[in-house]
């Protein structure tokens, strides 16, 4: 059965440092995403990436953030100068060709910044 | 914003023991999804409901959203030590339009004891 799936796993890094987390959805899938969940808390929504653009990104989602899908089948999530509350698990989702329907979730990057 | 909460927040059973959980969104929904995660898991889709007043039954769940399309309910009869999880209903921003952002609920965490 196909699967997204990401790396790394975890991924320990200090506060200001700069982090990739990487994604490869589902191949035919054309709708990507981001969702960060803190320690015990709700999934949330980052951004969404349809036609090698951004379609739309939360509040959360700020300059300190991009994606990238650099080669047709990575999907990248950058997070420059980490802070602590940043660290959360990053799950990448993807999508088939309707829109708002099921997403396919990878096993997630556990980010930790200390 | 949209919000979608859910109760209860955590649920504690005996094995054998029926489980509901509660959905409701600050919005009117054109669809929603429900998810459950495994502790130390990912999201993994269940269902989707899309109809005013439509019930769907998956083995011992049965799914229900609301006539009015802003709530919805996860009902498990005869809980298992397999159903352990955290529950998530999800829906989309916006209603009608083409938005591809899902936002969960704040999930019910279902624990049971054998």
């Known amino acids: 059965e196909p699967e997204v799936t990401q790396t790394p796993s975890h991924q320990v890094t200090q506060m200001g440092q700069e982090v990739i987390l990487r994604c490869v959805p589902i191949?035919?899938?054309?709708?990507f995403y981001w969702y960060r969940q803190i320690l015990g808390q709700k999934v949330e929504f980052l951004v969404s990436?349809?036609?090698?653009?951004?379609?739309?990104k939360s509040e959360i989602f700020d300059d300190q953030f991009s994606v990238e899908r650099p080669d047709g089948s990575n999907f990248t999530l950058k997070i420059r100068s980490t802070k602590l509350e940043d660290s959360a698990m990053y799950f990448c989702?993807?999508?088939?060709?309707?829109?708002?329907?099921?997403?396919?979730f990878g096993e997630g990057s556990r980010l930790t910044v200390l | 914003g949209q919000q979608v909460m859910q109760i209860p927040q955590y649920q504690h059973v005996q094995e054998g023991e029926d489980f509901t959980t509660y959905c409701n969104s600050s919005?009117?929904?054109?669809?929603i999804q429900w998810y459950k995660q495994r502790p130390g898991g990912h999201p993994v889709f269940l269902i989707q409901?899309?109809?005013?007043?439509e019930v769907k039954k998956q083995k011992r769940l049965t799914f229900q959203f609301g006539e009015a399309k802003k709530n919805s309910s996860l009902h498990i009869t005869a809980t298992q030590t397999t159903d352990v999880g955290t529950y998530f209903c999800?829906?989309?921003?916006?209603?009608?339009?083409?938005?591809?952002?899902?936002?969960f609920g704040t999930g019910t965490l279902l624990a049971v004891q054998p």
């Open positions: 989702a993807s999508a088939g060709p309707l829109v708002a329907g099921e997403l396919f």
């Open positions: 990436f349809y036609n090698n653009e951004i379609s739309e």
């Open positions: 191949s035919n899938h054309l709708y």
């Open positions: 409901l899309v109809k005013s007043g």
């Open positions: 919005t009117t929904l054109s669809n």
């Open positions: 999800a829906g989309p921003a916006g209603y009608g339009g083409a938005t591809n952002k899902l936002i």
